[in-house]
Structures are given as structure tokens and as C-alpha cells.
Nanobody, 121 residues
Framework: VQLVESGGGLVQAGGSLRLSCAAS????????MSWVRQAPGKGPEWVSS????????RYADSVKGRFTISRDNAKSTLYLQMNSLNPLDTALYYC???????????????WGQGTQVTVSS
């Protein structure tokens, strides 16, 4: 099983980035997918989630209206479009997969290694 994030980088405030999470080794379209971030010195923060078929999404208040989560089940890939970035968005961004049995918990079946997003002011 692998979840491989990419697309992070250094961007100025107000800029945009698109993160990707390529999945392999499990039935991607059977899992609820999420993005979670962790800023330096802070605990993990849930960012956004999308259901298995991609027609239901949720966002943390801190990113609502600026970030868009999506998935392409044919490509086994999860995305996070991030617009209007600000320095508070600086963090390591992880994608996580949850099976039905873990929905409603803070536990995930699989995690990626993370991709760094740094927003300069």
C-alpha cells in the first residue's frame, strides 16, 4: 500500500498550489479520503475530506472557500486545490485513507509521507 503526496512547495501569500496524492495497493474507490496538515510545533489539523464516490466533501472552517478537495477514482488520485494561501497554511500536508469501519474516528487505515507547503508573507 502506498499513498504518495506531491505538489507542495514555496509560494507567496495569495498564491495557489495543487496537491496530489497517488494511491496504490488498495481499492482506492472504496475509501473515504482526507487531507490533514501539521504545522511546526503544532498537532495535526484535519483540513478536508471527501467520500468514496466523490460527491460529498467537508472542510475545516480555516480553509473553507479557499481549498477544494477532489478525487479521480479512475486514476486513484486525490487532489487538494489551495487558493488564497496565507502563512498560516504553512504545514506538512498528509493524505489519509479511511475504510468504512473507521469513519467518524480520528484513525486512518493508510497515510502518506507528506508534502511540505510553505507560504511566505
Amino acid at each position: 500500500v502506498q499513498l504518495v503526496e506531491s505538489g507542495g512547495g514555496l509560494v507567496q501569500a495569495g498564491g495557489s498550489l495543487r496537491l496530489s496524492c497517488a494511491a496504490s495497493g488498495f481499492t482506492f474507490d472504496g475509501y473515504y479520503m482526507s487531507w490533514v496538515r501539521q504545522a511546526p510545533g503544532k498537532g495535526p489539523e484535519w483540513v478536508s475530506s471527501i467520500n468514496a464516490v466523490g460527491d460529498s466533501t467537508r472542510y475545516a472552517d480555516s480553509v473553507k472557500g479557499r481549498f477544494t478537495i477532489s478525487r479521480d477514482n479512475a486514476k486513484s488520485t486525490l487532489y487538494l486545490q489551495m487558493n488564497s494561501l496565507n502563512p498560516l497554511d504553512t504545514a506538512l500536508y498528509y493524505c489519509g485513507a479511511q475504510s468504512q469501519r473507521l469513519l467518524g474516528t480520528h484513525e486512518y487505515d493508510y497515510w502518506g509521507q507528506g508534502t511540505q507547503v510553505t507560504v511566505s508573507s
